[in-house]
């Protein structure tokens, strides 16, 4: 909890720093950092962050999903990105079989997609 706490205090300058220096781009820039953050703690507090690749490409995406907002929520990158996300997900869980189970692929397409998307919606960046 200490470390969090000191985290957050560290993070205020970097947040005035966004707000008041950075041009228009920097507020959706501290959305996708914070998007990437977020998956990666959902997708460790579910227990699967001991494969990296996980957390990785979930917090990747939820990067592409901030991108995607502040461009203007264009209909045909959200389609080749949710078929690339699930496409990459598949292949995984195909060369892992027996261990990553559908429970695994839902969490990881959740903290990927649509925990950024939420936030995206709720605070708009385009």
Not at 41 to 61: D, H, N, Q, T
Not at 96 to 108: C, D, L, M, P, Y
């Amino acid at each position: 909890m200490l470390v969090r706490t000191l985290a957050g205090l560290l993070a205020l300058p970097l947040l005035f720093l966004v707000i008041f220096v950075l041009p228009d781009w920097g507020v959706p820039m501290a959305y996708a950092v914070l998007g990437a953050l977020a998956a990666y703690e959902l997708v460790s507090a579910a227990g699967l962050a001991k494969r990296k690749f996980l957390p990785a490409i979930s917090a990747s995406f939820a990067v592409l999903v901030q991108a995607w907002a502040y461009f203007g929520f264009l209909a045909w990158p959200a389609v080749l990105g949710l078929l690339l996300f699930v496409a990459i997900l598949f292949a995984y869980g195909m060369r892992h079989i027996g261990e990553v189970s559908f429970e695994t692929v839902a969490v990881t397409l959740f903290a990927g997609i649509l925990i950024p998307l939420f936030f995206s919606l709720i605070v708009p960046v385009y």
